[in-house]
């Protein structure tokens, strides 16, 4: 049985940061991409950034690039989001997953296999 837990997010002002952090279990951590995500209420889910396993490789949305930095701890099995500069319409629930493989598709929904709960960020203006 695969959870991933978030945790980290809350009310922040304009402008601000928030690490959020996704404990995982049941899984060999190690070995899997992890993703985060967002989805804004009324819309779809949003692709942030993701990691392979190593932590050698990682990709974020145009959106985020140069504010968000995306980590991992192995030994820890978690994963983590920095997120700086934040602006009110990042307002959503903030997800992480984890996929099997590294793969072109890693923006997309598509390969990642589990999901956590979500933690809300709220962007105040």
């Known amino acids: 049985q695969v959870q991933l837990v978030e945790s980290g997010g809350g009310l922040v002002q304009a402008g601000g940061s928030l690490r959020l952090s996704c404990a995982a279990s049941?899984?060999?951590?190690?070995?899997?991409?992890m993703g985060w995500f967002r989805q804004a209420p009324g819309k779809g889910r949003e692709f942030l950034a993701a990691?392979?396993?190593?932590?050698?490789?990682?990709t974020y949305a145009d959106s985020v690039k140069g504010r968000f930095t995306i980590s991992r701890d192995n030994a820890k099995n978690t994963v983590y989001l920095q997120m700086n500069s934040l602006k009110p319409e990042e307002t959503a629930v903030y997800y992480c997953?984890?996929?099997?493989?590294?793969?072109?598709?890693?923006?997309?929904?598509?390969?990642?296999?589990?999901w956590g709960q979500g933690t809300q960020v709220t962007v105040s203006s």
């Open positions: 049941g899984r060999t951590f190690s070995s899997f991409t």
């Open positions: 997953a984890t996929a099997p493989v590294w793969s072109t598709m890693v923006r997309t929904t598509a390969p990642y296999d589990y």
């Open positions: 990691i392979a396993w190593s932590g050698g490789s990682t």
